[in-house]
């Protein structure tokens, strides 16, 4: 069965960096475009960046571009988002997604706190 779980989340100052990690499992995870989304309180999930399965082309949320950065390794089943100069409202739950068959997949969520 599909598995995605999600690493490295935290509690960060303003300006600072994450990395998170989402390792993925139970299916060909070469042949699938990857996402992150992010969920705040009392907000709806949004989607945050996406990486084709060969990692050759990314998109991010405007809100994003130019601090994260979405990465894979295909080899180890790994998907990455490299999170630089946070601010508190990228404090959310981040999540790892992927649609597979009919179904959209998701991991259990990391908790993302930015606050001095």
């Known amino acids: 069965q599909v598995q995605l779980v999600e690493s490295g989340g935290g509690l960060v100052q303003p300006g600072g960096s994450l990395k998170l990690s989402c390792a993925a499992s139970g299916f060909t995870f070469r042949a699938y475009a990857m996402s992150w989304y992010r969920q705040a309180p009392g907000k709806e999930r949004e989607l945050v960046a996406t990486i084709t399965s060969a990692g050759g082309s990314t998109n991010y949320l405007d809100s994003v571009k130019g601090r994260f950065t979405v990465s894979r390794d295909n080899a180890k089943k790994m998907v990455y988002l490299q999170m630089n100069s946070l601010k508190p409202e990228d404090t959310a739950v981040y999540y790892c997604?992927?649609?597979?068959?009919?179904?959209?997949?998701w991991g259990q969520g990391t908790q993302v706190t930015v606050s001095s």
């Open positions: 997604s992927t649609d597979y068959g009919y179904n959209r997949y």
